[in-house]
Nanobody, 124 residues
Framework: QVQLVESGGGLVQPGGSLRVSCAAS????????MGWYRQAPGKERELVAT???????NYADSVKGRFTISRDNAKNAVYLQMNNLKPEDTAVYYC??????????????????WGQGTLVTVSS
């Protein structure tokens, strides 16, 4: 069984910084893509940033230059450093892991998994 556990959300003032973390635990061989998505009240869930196992990143235009995604493959963790936060960044942030390879070396299974979400509130 594989689980994603998030941490680091909270209340921060505009212009402040926050770092959210997500760690995968359980039995698996690898995770191809890890990323962060967010969902604000009344809005659809949107992609924030993704990072592949070899370090390729992708960011939403709204967060470029402010957010940085990183991962530690040895720790099976992904991080999102959020700087210069704006009120419009307020949302529940969800960790996602795609193409989680489980099973055995003979029979592989690939999973997509979501974290439980962590609330980030940007307000004075």
């Amino acid at each position: 069984q594989v689980q994603l556990v998030e941490s680091g959300g909270g209340l921060v003032q505009p212009g402040g910084s926050l770092r959210v973390s997500c760690a995968a635990s359980g039995r698996f061989f690898s995770i191809n893509v890890m990323g962060w998505y967010r969902q604000a009240p009344g809005k659809e869930r949107e992609l924030v940033a993704t990072i592949t196992s070899d370090g390729r990143t992708n960011y939403a235009d709204s967060v470029k230059g402010r957010f940085t995604i990183s991962r530690d493959n040895a720790k099976n963790a992904v991080y999102l450093q959020m700087n210069n936060l704006k009120p419009e960044d307020t949302a529940v942030y969800y960790c996602n892991a795609d193409r989680i390879r489980t099973g055995s070396f003979l029979t592989s299974r690939y999973l997509n998994l979501w974290g439980q979400g962590t609330l980030v509130t940007v307000s004075s």
